[in-house]
């Protein structure tokens, strides 16, 4: 079945990096696109980057572009997310979610369980 | 891009209806009409309820409903159940593969 493992979250300092992974598994990264999106407390869900199908496309979100890159491995089916440039306001729980393209457009119909980015 | 709004809480007992609405713009709803609607558990992951705006994906049960008129998009749970005591997010294509999440509704049963 479609599972998406989202890993590599911890406490990293103001200024400071960090990568992401989403592993996937039940379907090809080649057919759907993946996306990343964080949640806080206070702001709720916040829609951050997504990859396209064909891994050339890529788009974020005007808090986070410049600082943070979005990327895929085909061979090893894991999207990542990197994190530079860490401000307080980026701490969240970040999840990887699958886009439903032509079955469930403009959609996540499947997510990672969250990782958590703290940021202090 | 401004979150949509949402009302922070609605609660309403077994068996009876409650409607969620997600309000936007022209830049967002009203423009792609291209919402969707998430479940949130405690603790959870969102869970994908309603997309296209009206449609139920394969699995929610069709006491979910999903409407929408100009920039205003809502979310009907009727015959609630306890089980649908969670939080709700609705989300809105904004174009440029952009999306815009709302600012969350939690439904007490």
């Known amino acids: 079945q479609v599972q998406l493992v989202d890993s590599g979250g911890g406490v990293v300092q103001p200024g400071g990096s960090l990568t992401l992974s989403c592993s996937v598994s039940?379907?090809?990264?080649?057919?759907?696109?993946v996306h990343w999106v964080r949640q806080t407390p206070a702001k709720g869900l916040e829609w951050v980057a997504v990859?396209?199908?064909?891994?050339?496309?890529?788009f974020y979100a005007y808090s986070v572009s410049g600082r943070f890159t979005i990327s895929r491995d085909n061979s090893s089916d894991t999207v990542y997310l990197q994190l530079s440039n860490l401000r307080t306001e980026d701490t969240a729980v970040y999840y990887c979610?699958?886009?439903?393209?032509?079955?469930?457009?403009?959609?996540?119909?499947?997510w990672g369980q969250g990782t958590l980015v703290s940021v202090s | 891009q401004s979150a949509l709004t949402q009302p922070a809480s609605v609660s309403g007992s077994a068996g009876q209806s409650i409607t969620i609405s997600c309000i936007g713009s022209s830049s967002d709803i009203g423009g792609y009409n291209f919402v969707s609607w998430y479940q949130q558990h405690p603790g959870k992951a969102p869970k994908l309820v309603i997309y296209d705006g009206t449609k139920r994906p394969s699995g929610t049960p069709n006491r979910f409903s999903g409407s929408r008129s100009g920039n205003t998009a809502s979310l009907t749970i009727s015959g609630l159940q306890a089980e649908d005591e969670a939080d709700y997010h609705c989300?809105?294509?904004?174009?440029?593969?952009?999306?815009?999440f709302g600012t969350g509704t939690k439904v007490t049963v």
């Open positions: 039940g379907f090809s990264l080649t057919s759907h696109a």
């Open positions: 979610a699958r886009d439903g393209d032509l079955a469930v457009p403009r959609s996540f119909d499947a």
């Open positions: 990859i396209g199908y064909h891994g050339q496309k890529k």
């Open positions: 989300c809105a294509y904004a174009g440029a593969s952009t999306y815009v």
